[in-house]
């Protein structure tokens, strides 16, 4: 059974190889806290998140579906610089009943903001109503339905 789906804790310390090429497909998360969340510490490092394809998933009862959050810092110490990376993450097919009102957030740092993010027929709903989507410092692209309207 998959409770969610993290990649993280990137940036912990400041030497890492980071994560890339990542492939997760055809999944479905029933009531689960995290749906596909990507996490990065707030410090400097060398530690990334890039090439990212999240395909074919379902999501009922999901409190953060998708969520990307460049911002981790336990306690608010030690984060001085919000430097990680994440870069060339899709979002294709993917369908859920979220939770919480908002159903897409990308957190993320404004001295490295998080590039070419995609979401690609993705359709989200909360309360039988289109979702909501939060967007800070991330770019992208939106292609096919996709609801709630893009903020990238």
């Avoid at 689960?32 to 999240?54: E, Y």
Wanted: include cysteine.
């Amino acid at each position: 059974m998959v409770i969610f789906c993290s990649i993280g804790s990137l940036g912990k310390d400041l030497s890492e190889a980071g994560g890339q090429n990542v492939t997760v497909k055809t999944v479905t998360f029933m009531g689960t806290q995290n749906g596909l969340r990507i996490k990065s510490w707030g410090r400097p490092s060398s530690g990334f998140a890039r090439n990212i394809l999240f395909q074919h998933a379902v999501m009922k009862n999901v409190q953060n579906p998708i969520f990307i959050d460049q911002n981790c810092c336990p306690d608010n110490e030690g984060c001085p610089g919000k430097v990680s990376g994440v870069s060339d993450v899709t979002y294709q097919d993917i369908h859920v009943t979220s939770a919480t009102e908002v159903a897409v957030n990308f957190d993320c740092s404004s001295k490295n903001p998080c590039s070419r993010i995609k979401l690609e027929d993705v359709k989200l709903t909360y309360k039988n109503q289109p979702a909501e989507a939060s967007c800070s410092h991330a770019d992208g692209s939106a292609s096919g339905l996709v609801q709630p309207t893009s903020c990238l």
